[in-house]
């Protein structure tokens, strides 16, 4: 059983860079791959990014975050980090991290494990 915990959200202005982070207890993360989701107001949950497991060599994000967003993982502390950069008004979200044994994919009911969420708020 994994428990992850995400933190990190608020209220920032757009164009400020907040890091989002997400810690996992009850086993160790480096095995799974993780990834992050947001649902913004009145959509489904959708795809932001995702990194393979143990060195996280592979990497995937959505159209709308390349570029702006990057997700990075530490093993060491059990933790999976979302650096957004450049936010926009459109990022604001409730972001949710979660975690799956084997690739990482884009599609939210491959993940097994899912954090409580946290809102970012972007405001113009």
């Known amino acids: 059983q994994v428990q992850l915990v995400a933190s990190g959200g608020g209220y920032v202005q757009a164009g400020e860079s907040p890091r989002l982070s997400c810690a996992a207890s009850?086993?160790?993360?480096?095995?799974?791959?993780m990834a992050w989701f947001r649902q913004r107001p009145g959509k489904a949950r959708e795809f932001v990014a995702a990194v393979s497991s143990w060195g996280g060599g592979s990497i995937q994000y959505a159209d709308s975050v390349k570029g702006r967003f990057t997700i990075s993982r530490d093993n060491a502390k059990n933790t999976v980090y979302l650096h957004m950069n450049s936010l926009k008004p459109e990022d604001t979200a409730v972001y949710y991290c979660a975690a799956r044994s084997g690739l990482g994919t884009r599609i939210p009911g491959e993940y097994l494990y899912w954090g409580q969420g946290t809102q970012v708020t972007v405001s113009s």
């Open positions: 009850g086993r160790t993360l480096s095995s799974y791959a």
